[in-house]
């Protein structure tokens, strides 16, 4: 059964340094996501992703972050110098169309020390 | 301000019981979405409806557009369906992200 696949499944980095979380999305969907998890918090979209361009940013998604799908496969998000307050689940989701189910990765769990 | 609200927080149930989580919305959606996250926090979408009734196994999904409320079902419970249930919405006009409720956390004994 086809799959998100999302890359590490934790990372630890230092406060200040760049992290890149990596997605594989399925391969015939057209829409991507990322949302994002503090521990005990409840699931936030962070941004959406369609035809090569952000189609939608929450107020969380601020200069710090960045998208990109470097090569038709890959779905990437990029946090520039993290604090300790993005410590948190990522998670990577696709869809087909606006319409139908999204899939979910299992996550990268970012801890920043 | 949309938001998402799910009851109970927490449900604690003996094996074979009928279980229901229950969400509500404020204004109009396009879809809601019952997702389940595992311990590991792995989520798995179960089902995605905008009307009706839909139905999985042991799982049932129902929504009441004008009473903005959607219930989920799970006939003779088992401890492996233990996991963290979660309401999420696509509001009217959004590019699809979710709104997503708090979750209800369920733990089914043996």
């Known amino acids: 059964e086809p799959e998100v696949t999302q890359t590490p499944s934790h990372q630890v980095t230092q406060m200040g340094q760049e992290v890149i979380l990596r997605c594989v999305p399925i391969s015939n969907h057209l829409y991507f996501y990322w949302y994002r998890q503090i521990l005990g918090q409840k699931v936030e979209f962070l941004v959406s992703?369609?035809?090569?361009?952000?189609?939608?940013k929450s107020e969380i998604f601020d200069d710090q972050f960045s998208v990109e799908r470097p090569d038709g496969s890959n779905f990437t998000l990029k946090i520039r110098s993290t604090k300790l307050e993005d410590s948190a689940m990522y998670f990577c989701?696709?869809?087909?169309?606006?319409?139908?189910?999204?899939?979910f990765g299992q996550g990268t769990r970012l801890t920043v020390v | 301000k949309n938001e998402v609200e799910q009851s109970p927080q927490n449900l604690t149930a003996q094996e074979g019981e009928f279980i229901t989580i229950n969400c509500s919305y404020s204004?109009?959606?396009?879809?809601l979405h019952w997702l389940q996250q595992h311990p590991g926090g792995g989520i798995v979408s179960l089902f995605m409806l905008s009307s009706g009734k839909k139905k999985h196994g042991r799982l049932i999904a129902t929504i009441n557009i004008q009473e903005k409320h959607s219930s989920l079902h799970i006939t003779a419970s088992h401890p492996r369906d233990s996991a963290v249930y979660i309401c999420a919405v696509n509001y009217g006009g959004s590019q699809g992200n979710l709104i997503f409720g708090k979750g209800t956390k369920l733990s089914v004994k043996p």
């Open positions: 992703f369609y035809n090569n361009e952000i189609s939608e």
């Open positions: 204004v109009g959606i396009s879809a």
């Open positions: 989701a696709s869809r087909t169309t606006q319409g139908t189910e999204a899939f």
